[in-house]
């Protein structure tokens, strides 16, 4: 018989959990298992505490030729228990297997410590770049105002004493009459037909 350890889900629907089992390859997921030996709870926060194995037993029956799926691969990987199958494998003997063991757990509390000190600084840093950006556009607001009303002078140079007659001068054109305006372009229009 092909035997797997693998996952079974129980839990109401959008809340799933997990049941690690052993069963037939040929059953469906939710089939009957042959044995249950542990539970993942993949809603939980807390990703050290959101499963349990129980190792003995995954390990009797690894040794009886049952594979593992991926998800509980992770899963043993996360525990330790693929590093101590691996160990195994190789033919080491007991105590060397768990001191092995203890130093990958040595290893990786400190990685875990490592990550949570690395979050945390992330966070701090991110709040103090918040508040930064907030004293920032608090103290700049009057400038940006006084910033575009001294644009809006440099769009409109102030007026000389110079520049106001010629304003006038050119006002006065306008202003004249249309008969004599059409007197002095006349000329012009009666040079033109002479040239040909």
Do not use: C, F
């Given at each position: 018989m092909a035997t797997k350890i693998r996952l079974k889900r129980i839990g109401r629907r959008n809340r799933p959990f997990y049941r690690i089992i052993i069963i037939d390859s040929?059953?469906?997921?939710?089939?009957?298992?042959?044995?249950?030996?542990?539970?993942?709870?993949?809603?939980?926060?807390?990703?050290e505490k959101n499963y349990v194995l129980k190792e003995d037993r995954i390990l009797e029956w690894l040794k009886?030729?049952?594979?593992?799926?991926?998800?509980?691969?992770?899963?043993?990987?996360?525990?330790?228990?693929a590093y101590r199958w691996h160990l195994m494998k190789q033919g080491l003997?007991?105590?060397?297997?768990?001191?092995?063991?203890?130093?990958?757990?040595?290893?990786?509390?400190?990685?875990?410590?490592?990550?949570i000190k690395a979050n945390k600084d992330k966070k701090e840093k991110l709040k103090a770049e918040k508040a930064a950006a907030k004293v920032a556009e608090e103290t700049p607001a009057e400038k940006p105002a006084?910033?575009?009303?001294?644009?809006t002078c440099r769009r409109r140079p102030a007026r000389t004493s110079e520049e106001a007659p010629a304003e006038k001068s050119s006002a006065e054109e306008v202003a004249k009459k249309p008969a004599e305006r059409s007197s002095e372009e006349a000329p012009a229009e009666e040079e033109a037909p002479q040239k040909k």
């Open positions: 040929r059953k469906r997921r939710d089939g009957s298992a042959i044995e249950q030996v542990g539970w993942y709870n993949p809603i939980e926060s807390n990703k009886l030729g049952a594979q593992v799926t991926d998800p509980v691969n992770k899963l043993m990987k996360r525990s330790g228990l003997s007991e105590k060397e297997i768990e001191k092995a063991v203890e130093e990958w757990k040595k290893e990786r509390d400190k990685v875990i410590q490592d990550r006084e910033e575009a009303r001294r644009s």
